[in-house]
Each structure stands twice: as structure tokens, then as C-alpha cells.
């Protein structure tokens, strides 16, 4: 009995072998465009090794050849009006904002695939100026103030970086996608930080540069058959920072080095985008026929 149970174990793996050998050949030879699985067989191996294409890349969102090219920008600000605490604190004058415009160019070196250079600009300014606390009803007697003490801080920083951005489209279409992309940036900024107590000023001006390697996703949809419109997160990365800094007449007073390794949602990084794709004649039909 077990002889009989080895012996139709055999026959019934060969006979399979036998049959996925046939239809792979049957594949290859009559050109069977549903079956994508692609037969190789090892040199040293009697077996027929099958590797399954998964057409991952089978929707296209940007062909291969064209050249894209865009801005990316963000705005906040930052006043008393935007938090609770002004409950508690009386007399604040507190604002703040940054601005950032990051022009782009890439190439696509593959479907769904591209890489590129960007520049960046980045504004940022903030104040604070005359705070009373009186925390009331919560802690009673404590009452203090900041009269006579306000600080300003300006900073203008630009940046140079190269990224590799892929594109994985959610339709059949490619009209609507997410992407992920890796960045590396290189960054020189120069900022003024002035600080007064009882109409004294003390100013010290630091200059920073940077290097950072990012990661940042998104999502990215056609609003246009050319014209692409991104929203993309900054999620943080690793960063060098080398900083010097000087008094009000620009001697040096000190330096300071400092690295960190973080990924967390970074508000001032979440970037609005439009894309232009330029392509030439050929991409031109691919996008006929995908649209019709």
C-alpha cells in the first residue's frame, strides 16, 4: 500500500509539471496576452521555474521621455487669534509667518518613474512683543509680565535638491495617483534674531547650512490631459546641520554642529503643486489611446 501511494505521488507531480510546462509553451507560442507568467528554466534544475508578473506598472500615469516641470509652494501664519492661549494671556502681541516656493524640472527615464532638480526659497519671520499672565480663577495670585521685552526673528534660506519620485496610479486611466519620493537637499540660510529689554537691543545674526535627506509622499491628480496638481507631505528624514554665528558687526562668536534622525508630519512642509508634463508626438498617441 505504500509503495502504490509513493508511486501515484510521482505520477501525479510529474503530470503536473507536465502540464504547466505545456501551457507556458502554449503561452509563448500562440502569444496568450492574458497570461503574462514568464517560464525560465535553471541550468542545474530539471524543474521549470515560473516567475508571475503582478502588471504592477500596466496603468500608466507619466510615460517614459516626457519632461515635467512645476512649482511647489506653502503659506502659513501664526497670530494670538490661532490659539486658546490667548484666554490666559492678556496683551500678547505674537505673530508670525513662513513662506516657501520650490520651482522643479525632472525627466521621466521610465514609466511611472522620474527624476529631477529643484530650488527652493524659504521667508520666515516672527514677533513677540508685551505678555501679561493671569492665570485667574485657576492658580490664584499668580500674575507676572513680560513688559519691556519683545524679540523678532527673520530668517531667507535657499536650497538646492535632486529627487527620485515614483508614481503608482490608482485608476486604469492614470488620471488620479500617489507617489513617494526621496530627496536630497543641500541648504544655506542666513537668519537675524533681535531680542529688547528696556529699550536695549541685542541683535546676533546666524548663518546655517544644511544637509538633508528627505522622504516625502503625496498624491497627485490630473486636472488638465498635461497639467497635474500635487499635495505632498514632508515626513522628515536625516539632517546635518553646521551653523556659525555672529554679533551685530558680524564677528564670529561660535559655532555649532548637530545631526537628527526624525519622520514625523512637519506642518510648514506640506507643499501645493501644479505640474506641466511636455511630451513629444509619440507619448502624444499612448495618451490618445489610454483616454479613448
Known amino acids: 500500500m505504500k509503495k502504490i501511494f509513493i508511486l501515484l505521488t510521482i505520477v501525479l507531480v510529474a503530470t503536473s509539471l507536465q502540464i504547466e510546462s505545456v501551457s507556458a509553451q502554449n503561452n509563448i507560442i500562440f502569444g496568450n496576452k492574458r497570461d503574462t507568467t514568464k517560464v525560465r528554466k535553471h541550468p542545474r534544475s530539471p524543474f521549470v521555474i515560473k516567475r508571475i508578473d503582478r502588471e504592477i506598472n500596466k496603468n500608466v500615469f507619466a510615460f517614459k521621455g516626457e519632461i515635467i516641470t512645476g512649482i511647489s509652494a506653502s503659506y502659513g501664519t501664526l497670530t494670538t487669534d490661532d490659539s486658546d492661549i490667548a484666554l490666559i494671556i492678556e496683551d500678547l502681541k505674537l505673530g508670525g509667518s513662513i513662506v516657501t516656493v520650490k520651482p522643479y524640472i525632472g525627466y521621466m527615464y521610465r514609466n511611472n518613474l522620474s527624476v529631477g532638480a529643484r530650488f527652493g526659497y524659504t521667508y520666515m519671520n516672527g514677533k513677540f512683543d508685551n505678555a501679561s499672565i493671569n492665570l485667574g480663577n485657576f492658580i490664584n495670585g499668580i500674575e507676572f509680565g513680560t513688559e519691556g521685552i519683545a524679540i523678532n526673528y527673520l530668517s531667507n534660506a535657499y536650497s538646492f535638491a535632486i529627487f527620485h519620485r515614483a508614481y503608482v496610479p490608482l485608476d486604469r486611466r492614470g488620471r488620479f495617483g500617489v507617489f513617494g519620493e526621496l530627496e536630497l537637499v543641500g541648504q ?38 498635461n497639467v497635474c496638481a500635487s499635495v505632498s507631505f514632508g515626513l522628515g528624514g536625516l539632517q546635518y546641520t553646521h551653523v556659525k554665528q555672529f554679533d551685530a558687526e558680524m564677528n ?41
Open 252 to 292: 564670529a562668536t561660535g559655532t555649532r554642529d548637530y545631526s537628527k534622525l526624525r519622520f514625523r508630519l512637519n506642518l510648514a512642509e506640506i507643499n501645493i503643486g501644479v505640474t506641466v508634463h511636455l511630451w513629444s508626438k509619440k507619448n502624444e498617441q499612448k495618451l490618445k489611446l489610454k483616454y479613448d
Open 188 to 225: 544655506y540660510g542666513r537668519s537675524k534674531f533681535g531680542f529688547r529689554y528696556n529699550d536695549e537691543w541685542s541683535t546676533s545674526i546666524s548663518d546655517s547650512y544644511k544637509v538633508k535627506f528627505n522622504f516625502n509622499p503625496g498624491i497627485a491628480a490630473y486636472v488638465f490631459p
